[in-house]
């Protein structure tokens, strides 16, 4: 994408279509169901110019010029697809360079430059970067007169919403939605500052998030992956577009048969390649990569492949129903029923489903999604899913469904909550590759994950999760036509939602306390809602009002227009309302209780640290981050990147007298003495500093000790003494005051101490 004057010229990315990982080259194949359609194609709209916008952060005052070489740190509002603007005075012939405070983007991308003319000019990169943040490097004597920067992205609005109680869930909901965001463009992609490649599973979730988060331009984005990319080496990947969550998800929330219709062919033979075995179960599909999802532990291939298979060919009898092709339907209904009834011969064991020693979570979350775990397994199944934490990001969107699935939504926003608690403490506003990126030396043949791992990742969909099953709102018919509100809110006591149909705007609002449950809905034309009041959150239920008239007390009472009884089951009493606003309130006793802890607390007030200055025992100008695709780049590690208010940018205390060792790995770097010091220029009270490093996340203080002095001479005894604690360690002691500050590591580890970004609070 460039853009030149102002205006937006459209070109073709040139993605990389290959992953190299574990020493594997991947290359993806695709059938473009497109190619033999007459009735759907591919297009792609004009990209969102969101004009030229001020950076909330500058490190430096404009305008500026200095004697030597210089870097200017400005910050954006948020992780975004963007182009540095500046406006000089200079000479000709000077050399401005650009890149983005993520590491990660000059490693992959060409740095962008721009040659200076004698007198006042601005200039704008042509190519986008994505990042929080950009370093400009200015040669001596040039004067910036001003920056700022263009954000530019796929066309569509942020029209859908969450809203709890619990802001960790707000911060958490905000953040997955900005992750889908950055990884959109021309087409989907799993992140923006490496590869840039649409992965179909990947693409899939992003897909799911944003029927919850964008507007409706958004679904042609959807329709693209569904027509463009069918097929690919990953059997994983392949079983779950072409399925239920995939290709029968985007039916169902777009209503568009003419696509379904256009793929259907496509669909059934990639299905018709799985050939059924002797035991009853499709035989294992390995392919080119038989992947389905990073993390630890074992992987249980086998029981993923069969549960996801039979998502898919249930999917597959549901598109031949709509789409025209009965006669497909009674084989399909074999294989449906002789997987049903073979799965849990072969695979359960008691204890869990497992083909081999292992219980997975991911092959245990798979079979209750699937529908192939019936309620006398969740007691087990659920052990299994609380008991291990596995699975990576990608997975973890099955987990969290299966623990709603089996009425345990108090469950999943628990473990939601502790897998993402490093992400929601973060000042990053993305969500990472590896949840808490907890391989420390992942790949086996990276020796610095630490810089090999994106903070911006598509597969991440905490904010699926929380629309679609604890708000409780999903299409029952395609197109929206009719669909349900079945909270599961848990320990949540208030919940509001905005959810973009191709109806118009869902609004729910839910309130409850010890003895009244509220959900306010406002319902679209065309539109029929089934509402449930959850029995789960009542020890009784006395009656139920609807705008204020009772409907029911133990039996359904006809009293408004519109509403009608639809029944009692296990989990809800439910009602059928037609388009309209609707008011519910629920009387009974409600048990009000959270198993949670308090949310993450944002009020603290930060020191300004404008005019800071720092020093440190090792103050390295730049260390080699990497490896990627085996090569390694120069990143700037001086002190002075810990109050760039940037955490992309950092100080990390690597000793060059060290050597690593003869795999590559960090040699005790960390010895007692190592200390950061910051000059407050002026004496300051405070009781709480905050050391980031969440980008370098295992370069933490093994333990460490803090001193104030008034004069940078004196500094008496240590006022707080601890250990560091992963990505982000937070000192709290007796208030102070002082104008220096100095922090000491005092323990001994391989792994080096880095502080991406400190602040000091009041």
Same mark, same amino acid.
């Given at each position: 994408?460039?853009?030149?004057?102002?205006?937006?010229?459209?070109?073709?990315? &040139?993605?990389?279509?290959?992953?190299?990982?574990?020493?594997?080259?991947?290359?993806?194949?695709?059938?473009?169901?497109?190619?033999?359609?007459?009735?759907?194609?591919?297009?792609?709209?004009?990209?969102?110019?969101?004009?030229?916008?001020?950076?909330?952060?500058?490190?430096?005052?404009?305008?500026?010029?200095?004697?030597?070489?210089?870097?200017?740190?400005?910050?954006?509002?948020?992780?975004?697809?963007?182009?540095?603007?500046?406006?000089?005075?200079?000479?000709?012939?000077?050399?401005?360079?650009?890149?983005?405070?993520?590491?990660?983007?000059?490693?992959?991308?060409?740095?962008?430059?721009?040659?200076?003319?004698?007198? /006042?000019?601005?200039?704008?990169?042509?190519?986008?970067?994505?990042?929080?943040?950009?370093?400009?490097?200015?040669?001596?004597?040039?004067?910036?007169?001003?920056?700022?920067?263009?954000?530019?992205?796929?066309?569509?609005?942020?029209?859908?919403?969450?809203?709890?109680?619990?802001?960790?869930?707000?911060?958490?909901?905000?953040?997955?939605?900005?992750?889908?965001?950055?990884?959109?463009?021309?087409?989907?992609?799993?992140?923006?500052?490496?590869?840039?490649?649409?992965?179909?599973?990947?693409?899939?979730?992003?897909?799911?998030?944003?029927?919850?988060?964008?507007?409706?331009?958004?679904?042609?984005?959807?329709?693209?992956?569904?027509?463009?990319?069918?097929?690919?080496?990953?059997?994983?990947?392949?079983?779950?577009?072409?399925?239920?969550?995939?290709?029968?998800?985007?039916?169902?929330?777009?209503?568009?048969?003419?696509?379904?219709?256009?793929?259907?062919?496509?669909?059934?033979?990639?299905?018709?390649?799985?050939?059924?075995?002797?035991? =009853?179960?499709?035989?294992?599909?390995?392919?080119?990569?038989?992947?389905?999802?990073?993390?630890?532990?074992?992987?249980?291939?086998?029981?993923?492949?069969?549960?996801?298979?039979?998502?898919?060919?249930?999917?597959?009898?549901?598109?031949?129903?709509?789409?025209?092709?009965?006669?497909?339907?009674?084989?399909?209904?074999?294989?449906?029923?002789?997987?049903?009834?073979?799965?849990?011969?072969?695979?359960?064991?008691?204890?869990?489903?497992?083909? =081999?020693?292992?219980?997975?979570?991911?092959? &245990?979350? !798979?079979?209750?999604?699937?529908?192939?775990?019936?309620?006398?397994?969740?007691?087990?199944?659920?052990?299994?899913?609380?008991?291990?934490?596995?699975?990576?990001?990608?997975?973890?969107?099955?987990?969290?469904?299966?623990?709603?699935?089996?009425?345990?939504?108090?469950?999943?926003?628990?473990?939601?909550?502790?897998?993402?608690?490093?992400?929601?403490?973060?000042?990053?506003?993305?969500?990472?590759?590896? !949840?808490?990126?907890?391989?420390?030396?992942?790949?086996?043949?990276?020796?610095?994950?630490?810089?090999?791992?994106?903070?911006?990742?598509?597969?991440?969909?905490?904010?699926?999760?929380?629309?679609?099953?604890?708000?409780?709102?999903?299409?029952?018919?395609?197109?929206?036509?009719?669909?349900?509100?079945?909270?599961?809110?848990?320990?949540?006591?208030? /919940?509001?939602?905005?959810?973009?149909?191709?109806?118009?705007?869902?609004?729910?609002?839910?309130?409850?306390?010890?003895?009244?449950?509220?959900?306010?809905?406002?319902?679209?034309?065309?539109?029929?809602?089934? /509402?449930?009041?959850?029995?789960?959150?009542?020890?009784?239920?006395?009656?139920?009002?609807?705008?204020?008239?009772?409907?029911?007390?133990?039996?359904?009472?006809?009293? /408004?227009?519109?509403?009608?009884?639809?029944?009692?089951?296990?989990?809800?009493?439910?009602?059928?309302?037609?388009?309209?606003?609707?008011?519910?309130?629920?009387?009974?006793?409600?048990?009000?209780?959270?198993?949670?802890?308090?949310?993450?607390?944002?009020?603290?007030?930060?020191?300004?640290?404008?005019?800071?200055?720092?020093?440190?025992?090792?103050?390295?100008?730049?260390?080699? =981050?990497?490896?990627?695709?085996?090569?390694?780049?120069?990143?700037?590690?001086?002190?002075?990147?810990?109050?760039?208010?940037?955490?992309?940018?950092?100080?990390?205390?690597?000793?060059?007298?060290?050597?690593?060792?003869?795999?590559?790995?960090?040699?005790?770097?960390?010895?007692?003495?190592?200390?950061?010091?910051?000059?407050?220029?002026?004496?300051?009270?405070?009781?709480?500093?905050?050391?980031?490093?969440?980008?370098?996340?295992?370069?933490?203080?093994?333990?460490?000790?803090?001193?104030?002095?008034?004069?940078?001479?004196?500094?008496?005894?240590?006022?707080?003494?601890?250990?560091?604690?992963?990505? !982000?360690?937070?000192?709290?002691?007796?208030?102070?005051?002082?104008?220096?500050?100095?922090?000491?590591?005092?323990?001994?580890?391989?792994?080096?101490?880095?502080?991406?970004?400190?602040?000091?609070?009041?």
């Amino acid at each position: 994408m460039d853009i030149s004057n102002g205006k937006l010229i459209k070109k073709t990315m &040139n993605t990389r279509s290959f992953l190299n990982i574990l020493g594997i080259l991947i290359f993806t194949s695709s059938t473009c169901y497109s190619q033999n359609s007459t009735v759907t194609a591919i297009t792609h709209r004009p990209l969102k110019d969101y004009g030229l916008q001020d950076y909330v952060n500058v490190t430096k005052t404009l305008p500026r010029s200095e004697t030597s070489e210089w870097t200017l740190v400005c910050k954006l509002p948020y992780n975004a697809q963007f182009q540095p603007w500046i406006e000089v005075e200079a000479p000709s012939g000077k050399i401005i360079i650009f890149d983005s405070t993520n590491p990660l983007v000059p490693a992959h991308q060409p740095t962008q430059q721009y040659t200076t003319k004698s007198g /006042v000019q601005n200039y704008e990169v042509p190519n986008w970067i994505s990042g929080e943040g950009v370093r400009y490097t200015i040669p001596a004597g040039v004067t910036v007169r001003a920056v700022k920067y263009r954000e530019t992205g796929y066309a569509t609005s942020f029209a859908g919403s969450f809203w709890c109680n619990d802001n960790d869930y707000n911060v958490l909901w905000q953040k997955a939605t900005r992750t889908a965001y950055l990884c959109m463009r021309e087409h989907y992609m799993d992140c923006p500052d490496r590869e840039r490649s649409e992965w179909i599973g990947d693409a899939v979730l992003q897909m799911e998030e944003g029927f919850y988060a964008f507007d409706n331009n958004a679904h042609e984005i959807c329709r693209n992956l569904i027509l463009s990319k069918p097929i690919n080496g990953l059997p994983g990947q392949n079983l779950i577009l072409h399925g239920e969550f995939g290709e029968w998800t985007y039916y169902m929330y777009t209503g568009d048969l003419a696509t379904t219709s256009t793929i259907y062919s496509a669909t059934k033979e990639y299905l018709d390649r799985y050939k059924m075995g002797l035991n =009853g179960l499709p035989v294992h599909r390995a392919e080119d990569w038989d992947w389905y999802d990073w993390g630890l532990g074992t992987t249980d291939k086998e029981v993923i492949q069969v549960a996801e298979y039979y998502t898919a060919i249930n999917a597959l009898r549901k598109m031949a129903k709509v789409t025209g092709h009965p006669a497909d339907i009674p084989a399909l209904d074999a294989k449906i029923n002789s997987i049903k009834i073979n799965f849990d011969q072969v695979f359960w064991k008691g204890d869990g489903y497992r083909s =081999g020693d292992e219980l997975d979570e991911r092959a &245990n979350a !798979m079979a209750v999604v699937a529908g192939l775990a019936g309620p006398p397994r969740w007691e087990a199944i659920g052990k299994v899913l609380e008991n291990n934490v596995n699975c990576g990001p990608y997975f973890e969107r099955w987990v969290l469904e299966a623990l709603c699935i089996m009425n345990k939504p108090d469950r999943a926003l628990l473990r939601m909550y502790n897998r993402y608690k490093l992400q929601i403490q973060s000042g990053f506003t993305t969500l990472w590759e590896y !949840m808490e990126r907890s391989f420390e030396d992942t790949p086996p043949n990276s020796t610095n994950s630490d810089e090999y791992l994106s903070l911006n990742h598509a597969w991440n969909a905490p904010n699926l999760i929380l629309s679609k099953f604890i708000a409780g709102i999903a299409p029952e018919t395609p197109g929206w036509s009719t669909y349900h509100v079945l909270p599961q809110e848990a320990f949540l006591t208030s /919940v509001k939602v905005k959810v973009p149909t191709t109806k118009g705007t869902i609004q729910v609002g839910i309130q409850k306390n010890e003895k009244q449950y509220k959900i306010g809905l406002t319902s679209p034309l065309l539109t029929s809602a089934i /509402v449930g009041i959850p029995k789960a959150s009542f020890t009784t239920i006395s009656k139920i009002s609807v705008n204020g008239k009772k409907i029911w007390d133990g039996s359904f009472k006809a009293t /408004v227009k519109g509403v009608s009884w639809i029944g009692e089951d296990s989990g809800y009493l439910k009602f059928k309302v037609e388009p309209g606003t609707w008011s519910f309130v629920a009387e009974g006793i409600l048990l009000i209780t959270t198993p949670k802890q308090a949310p993450i607390s944002s009020t603290n007030v930060k020191l300004d640290k404008k005019s800071w200055t720092v020093s440190a025992s090792i103050d390295n100008q730049e260390y080699k =981050g990497g490896p990627w695709s085996g090569r390694f780049w120069p990143v700037n590690a001086s002190a002075v990147n810990a109050l760039d208010e940037d955490f992309w940018t950092g100080w990390r205390a690597i000793d060059p007298q060290k050597p690593m060792s003869k795999s590559g790995h960090y040699i005790n770097q960390q010895t007692p003495g190592q200390w950061f010091m910051i000059d407050l220029k002026q004496s300051e009270s405070f009781q709480k500093i905050v050391l980031d490093n969440t980008w370098a996340i295992y370069d933490f203080p093994k333990s460490y000790a803090v001193y104030v002095s008034n004069d940078g001479a004196e500094w008496g005894m240590p006022v707080a003494t601890g250990a560091g604690e992963l990505g !982000m360690t937070t000192i709290v002691f007796p208030k102070k005051t002082a104008r220096y500050l100095k922090i000491v590591q005092t323990g001994t580890k391989d792994k080096p101490w880095s502080i991406f970004e400190v602040d000091v609070y009041k």
